[in-house]
């Protein structure tokens, strides 16, 4: 007899180190470790219960969330993602390989390895809750979790319950130590992002609009050369900057092949090429000008211009494709709109509707 009580006290201890997962917000005290991420926008909690890792994550969304292992990017990461759906919650298990949709672990031949799953919305928050193994169960879809030391983690969360790329600034990649509850959180790539966004706007959309325009129109004025020189020169730091940023943000992009994010990263690159190029063939320009020609050589100087005015084109071009990587507000696109207009007009005008105002002394730079 006192044998069968020890088994059922041994067995009930046993139930309550995994008890069922209940479609309940998470309360504090309901796991032994937390890690707080994106400014506090997502939360991520858990427990170790022997070979299993009990995961629990608060975002301020009602749409999906997603939290990554093994990387704290989304290159070679195994990724759950779950969401509440009028009342109904899913959790499924993802791998990815590289920046963008992640295939389902089901969809590439593994298994889905959510052992259990519950959730609920709550005041404009989701709370997802699920169970896996810390061992890996598919050798091509999953990775393990440490027992020992950090494990790359990355978390993310969209506005909707449909699967579609989050937008820019709620994402984030984190380490940590499952065992002892330490966690690092690594770069907010939302936040290198808009950094990047604001840089290439100014720029491209600014610095190197004016740096045209005073080329194409400022010749009448003595100190037009240097004012080029100048404002060029912001543009090339700007996008430079615009350009470091991005490294930082989304070197993966490179990778892609059925992302926008492929063509944006491309042509960025050719850009930024063709931007750096300017300053060294426009001074081999000015070095080699000559006052007694009749019409400017195709090299440097007819190069130096359709350098400048393609890179300027596409990198005009790449700044709505850079707005639809991160998913940007439509009333940026309007705004941009307008004030591409704005240039396109106001360059008519001049070039039209006045004449192009340039010197007309022979020897000016054209």
């Given amino acids: ?5 020890g088994l059922v006290l041994v067995l009930c201890c046993l139930v309550s180190s995994q008890s069922p997962l209940t479609n309940t917000p998470i309360a504090s005290g309901d796991y032994q470790f937390s890690s707080s991420l994106l400014g506090g926008e997502i939360v991520v909690y858990w427990n170790i219960e022997s070979d299993v890792l009990s995961v629990g994550v608060i975002a301020q969304t009602t749409g999906w969330v997603g939290i990554g292992f093994g990387s704290n990017s989304m290159t070679n990461a195994d990724i759950f993602i779950g ?3 009028a009342g109904t919650v899913t959790v499924n298990d993802y791998w990815s390989t590289a920046e963008g949709q992640p295939s389902l672990d089901t969809a ?13 919305e709550d005041n404009g928050f989701t709370h997802i809750k699920f169970r896996r193994n810390m061992a890996a169960q598919d050798a091509n879809a999953d990775l393990a979790i440490s027992t020992t030391g950090e494990t790359g983690v990355i978390v993310a969360m969209g506005t909707t319950d449909t699967l579609a790329q989050h937008a820019g600034g709620s994402r ?6 499952f065992a002892s509850g330490a966690s690092m ?6 936040q290198f992002q808009l950094a990047h966004s604001v840089f290439m706007v100014l720029g491209w959309g600014f610095f190197a609009t004016a740096g045209i325009l005073i ?4 010749h009448a004025h003595k100190l037009w050369f240097k004012i080029h020189i100048g404002v060029m020169t ?5 996008s430079l900057i615009g350009f470091i940023l991005a490294i930082f943000s989304a070197s993966s992009q490179f990778t892609q092949t059925t992302n926008i994010a492929l063509a944006h990263a491309w042509i960025g690159l050719f850009v930024v090429v063709g931007g750096l190029s300017q300053p060294i063939i426009g001074f081999i320009a000015d070095r080699k000008f000559d006052p007694n020609r009749d019409e400017a050589p195709i090299w440097p100087d007819k190069i130096h211009w359709y350098v400048g005015r393609y890179s300027y084109l596409f990198g005009a071009v ?6 639809c990587v991160i998913g940007a507000n439509r009333a940026y696109f309007v705004l941009y709109a307008i004030w591409m207009i704005i240039c396109m007009a106001g360059y008519h005008y001049l070039d039209v509707g006045k004449g192009r105002i340039v010197d007309k002394i022979k020897g000016s730079h054209s």
């Fill in 83 to 85: 969401m509440v759906t």
């Fill in 172 to 177: 984030v990649g984190a380490s940590i130590n």
């Fill in 215 to 218: 080329a194409r129109f400022g």
């Fill in 185 to 190: 959180s690594g770069l907010n790539t939302g």
């Fill in 234 to 238: 912001g543009a090339m730091v700007f």
């Fill in 1 to 5: 007899m006192m044998r069968l009580v």
């Fill in 318 to 323: 790449n700044i709505l494709l850079g707005m």
């Fill in 108 to 120: 590439i031949g593994g298994t889905d390895s959510v052992l259990e799953s519950a959730g609920v």
